[in-house]
């Protein structure tokens, strides 16, 4: 392989819908998240969103009012009942998806579920429980994976410019400490809820989950959050062949020192990813990288692109891509890495098993 002649276009990274048929969605939870990222995805990839509900009226008028949507209200009902709506968004925090599960799963529409699928392994494993027994399609918006930036390390691990890949680290420094913000009461909120995007994403990269976990987590003296905002996983693969690292510092007090940095190796070269660019170096050429710019964003333009999954999968008859059974695996790492940090120790994904008779299949 000549670096010369390896190119990296947006179109090989860039989310895009699916080719086949568009379905209506139905939007439940209108709060930031859903402003910032959900309804201007669905927006700009042509999608079109048929009702919405939120507990907050006004809240649920506004986002009808802004982004045109046909019907509004408090009750799910709105977005349930409705013939119009094909695929239900719930857009609800991880703490209250549980309460509404049987009335989501009853409707027996496709659901894109925003993560984390639930703040606790066995609440995520009954609920995946439910959603299969009832036939429902079920995915988990893990939807980092469609981000330009980490869509085009994908592209470029696939075509093997690194050969054989045997270490992937990441490191994030950003600051999340806001006192007035709801996730600054959430236990665990940097392992369970925001750094699930990270744990994901190394799976994704490496193609492997670990067997087992071992995390560090530090308190900032003074800081807001109830629980620590600094954390890093090393996970561990009984067959060997793969290291992999999260460290994920998210209380960082000086915006200039923010940065975010991946880091995949193989036995024929390296990637290395940020936010705005990718770069490829490799062991046969040893003095030359090439580094492009990545075209995009992350939000919401990652958003349209999970959207866009889940549609296609529909069409071809699949799993998506983070179906609840692959994201399962996701929700063991940090679960385990909650366990880990809490006890100072080691913690096999083994000790989180699905309740009832059946095991999930791991990768």
């Given at each position: 392989?000549?670096?010369?002649?390896?190119?990296?276009?947006?179109?090989?990274?860039?989310?895009?819908?699916?080719?086949?048929?568009?379905?209506?969605?139905?939007?439940?939870?209108?709060?930031?998240?859903?402003?910032?990222?959900?309804?201007?995805?669905?927006?700009?990839?042509?999608?079109?969103?048929?009702?919405?509900?939120?507990?907050?009226?006004?809240?649920?008028?506004?986002?009808?009012?802004?982004?045109?949507?046909?019907?509004?209200?408090?009750?799910?009902?709105?977005?349930?009942?409705?013939?119009?709506?094909?695929?239900?968004?719930?857009?609800?925090?991880?703490?209250?998806?549980?309460?509404?599960?049987?009335?989501?799963?009853?409707?027996?529409?496709?659901?894109?579920?925003?993560?984390?699928?639930?703040?606790?392994?066995?609440?995520?494993?009954?609920?995946?429980?439910?959603?299969?027994?009832?036939?429902?399609?079920?995915?988990?918006?893990?939807?980092?994976?469609?981000?330009?930036?980490?869509?085009?390390?994908?592209?470029?691990?696939?075509?093997?410019?690194?050969?054989?890949?045997?270490?992937?680290?990441?490191?994030?420094?950003?600051?999340?400490?806001?006192?007035?913000?709801?996730?600054?009461?959430?236990?665990?909120?940097?392992?369970?809820d925001h750094g699930i995007h990270f744990v994901d994403l190394l799976r994704h990269f490496s193609g492997r989950t670990p067997d087992a976990v071992t995390t560090t987590s530090a308190m900032m003296q003074g800081q807001h959050s109830v629980s620590p905002m600094s954390h890093t996983v090393a996970m561990h693969f009984d067959h060997g062949g793969l290291t992999a690292i999260d460290h994920f510092n998210n209380i960082v007090q000086s915006p200039a020192a923010w940065s975010e940095a991946w880091h995949v190796d193989g036995t024929e070269g390296s990637i290395t990813g940020a936010p705005a660019w990718v770069e490829v170096t490799r062991r046969d050429e040893p003095e030359r990288r090439v580094r492009w710019p990545i075209q995009g964003r992350w939000f919401p333009d990652a958003f349209g692109g999970s959207m866009g999954e889940l549609m296609a999968a529909l069409n071809d008859g699949r799993e998506p891509l983070t179906s609840a059974h692959d994201n399962l695996n996701s929700l063991r790492i940090a679960a385990a890495s909650a366990r880990s940090a809490a006890e100072h120790r080691t913690v096999r994904l083994e000790e989180f098993v699905e309740p009832g008779p059946e095991t999930f299949r791991l990768l």
């Open positions: 392989m000549n670096l010369s002649d390896l190119r990296l276009s947006p179109s090989d990274y860039r989310p895009r819908p699916p080719d086949g048929r568009r379905y209506r969605i139905g939007v439940i939870g209108c709060g930031s998240i859903a402003n910032a990222a959900h309804f201007p995805a669905y927006r700009d990839f042509g999608y079109e969103v048929a009702a919405c509900a939120d507990v907050d009226a006004d809240a649920a008028e506004a986002a009808r009012v802004r982004w045109g949507v046909p019907t509004a209200g408090v009750d799910p009902a709105v977005v349930l009942d409705d013939p119009a709506v094909e695929i239900v968004d719930l857009a609800v925090h991880a703490q209250v998806r549980a309460e509404l599960w049987p009335a989501i799963v009853g409707a027996g529409k496709p659901i894109l579920s925003q993560k984390p699928f639930a703040m606790s392994w066995d609440a995520a494993a009954r609920m995946t429980q439910a959603a299969e027994a009832a036939g429902v399609t079920l995915m988990i918006n893990q939807q980092a994976r469609w981000a330009p930036q980490h869509a085009a390390i994908k592209v470029l691990i696939e075509r093997g410019v690194c050969g054989e890949v045997f270490s992937v680290a990441h490191v994030r420094r950003s600051f999340q400490d806001h006192p007035d913000r709801w996730f600054a009461a959430m236990p665990d909120f940097n392992l369970m």
